[in-house]
């Protein structure tokens, strides 16, 4: 009964208005189906687009090959590893990091009530970051991952840490903390890089700590989906109670809230979301931060309808995005993170000028 009274008041609807509800029902069905479906078509043009020709009907060839399915044509090996060695894992890859960063921007923005926040907040990507470059320069870059998402686990250990020692954890205390924690990961990284990086490594930390998804593998695609499953699952479950911190603090223990376990909880389940995508695909910057805001355009603030729509919108996004970063300059390739910064900033001052955003400050 709680959790419907919060969705009705941030859906500003009443029983008195059924009409009104069910059109916006319908409107945000339609969203998240033509959303869904852009999702698919992106991902397997994704797959098509490269230096060598691949055909929709090899895609789908390979992949019911793979599945076992009888009655195929035929599809030549060497394309055949495009698609399912090369391809197909980092347009899956790119669609899972995007769809958890999305996710982990919303909750975020919600429970620190916050429009600014995104999933790096708590220093996260510098820790990460610190642990990534470490196992590049001792050479064991198959430990990346490992190590990436170990460096934000601890960034995070760190960030709470700190803010405990004045007292109580409160919001505004952690993102502090989180943002001196960002700065010592950032300089112990760069003391790492100046000191002991040198040709091809210094080339390969370059790349990750701009955000790529050249690496991605079905290893990383198994990390990701893993971890969205999981984690994100679990956070898009618990989309009535984030609605409760719409109205602050307060407004959420008249409800039956435990303020504080909910908010560390989901916190907690941010870091573990976002350490798992960082691990994989490097400090890929804005799809957390731009994301959520679009999307409340289109579903309203009711997070039952902004997270399923920010999952699927972050996932084409980054589609999207890789697929231009790794084709516009061929034979060169960008890192991912350059291109969603040149989307991102354009679309950041857009929002920072528009009511809705002066609506959240």
């Known amino acids: 009964m709680r959790d419907g009274s919060v969705d009705g008041l941030v859906d500003g609807s009443v029983a008195a208005q059924p009409t009104r509800r069910g059109t916006g029902a319908g409107r945000y069905l339609g969203w998240l189906v033509l959303s869904i479906v852009a999702l698919v078509l992106a991902a397997a043009l994704a797959v098509t687009i490269g230096p060598a020709d691949v055909s929709l009907t090899d895609v789908a060839a390979s992949l019911g090959g793979h599945a076992g399915l009888p009655g195929l044509p035929a599809v030549p090996p060497l394309t055949d590893s495009i698609v399912w060695q090369l391809r197909l894992p980092r347009v899956l890859t790119a669609a899972m990091v995007g769809a958890g960063l999305a996710l982990c921007g919303a909750v975020m923005q919600s429970v620190t009530r916050n429009p600014l926040a ?3 907040l708590l220093g996260l990507s510098s820790g990460a970051s610190l642990g990534a470059v470490c196992v590049v320069i001792l050479g064991v870059s198959f430990a990346l991952p490992a190590a990436a998402f170990l460096g934000a686990l601890a960034a995070l250990v760190a960030t ?3 803010a405990r020692v004045g007292g109580t954890i409160t919001p ?23 000191w002991a990086a040198k040709g091809d490594s210094y080339r390969e930390i370059l790349n990750w700590l701009l955000g790529s998804l050249a690496g991605s593998s079905w290893t990383t695609v198994a990390i990701s989906a893993g971890a969205l499953a999981v984690v994100g699952t679990g956070i898009v479950l618990a989309a009535t109670r984030l609605d409760a911190f719409t109205f602050g603090d307060t407004a959420a223990a008249s409800l039956g809230i435990d303020v ?7 916190l907690a389940a941010v870091a573990l979301l976002t350490g798992a995508m960082v691990s994989v695909s490097g400090s890929i910057g804005f799809v957390g931060l731009i994301l959520p805001h679009l999307v409340r355009g289109l579903s309203g603030p009711g997070h039952r309808r902004l997270l399923p ?13 890789d697929t231009v970063a790794r084709t516009v300059f061929d034979p060169r ?5 350059i291109i969603t910064a040149f989307i991102g900033v354009p679309v950041f001052i857009v929002l920072i000028k528009s009511r809705k955003a002066a609506a959240w400050a």
């Open 118 to 120: 995104d999933p790096y």
């Open 160 to 162: 709470l840490s700190i």
């Open 172 to 194: 505004g205390r952690a993102v502090l903390s989180g943002l001196a924690i960002a700065q010592l990961g950032a300089a112990g990284t760069s003391f790492v890089i100046f």
């Open 260 to 266: 504080n376990r909910t908010r560390w909880a989901l």
């Open 309 to 321: 729509l920010a999952v699927v919108l972050g996932a084409l996004f980054l589609v999207i995005a």
């Open 333 to 337: 390739e960008l890192p991912v993170g």
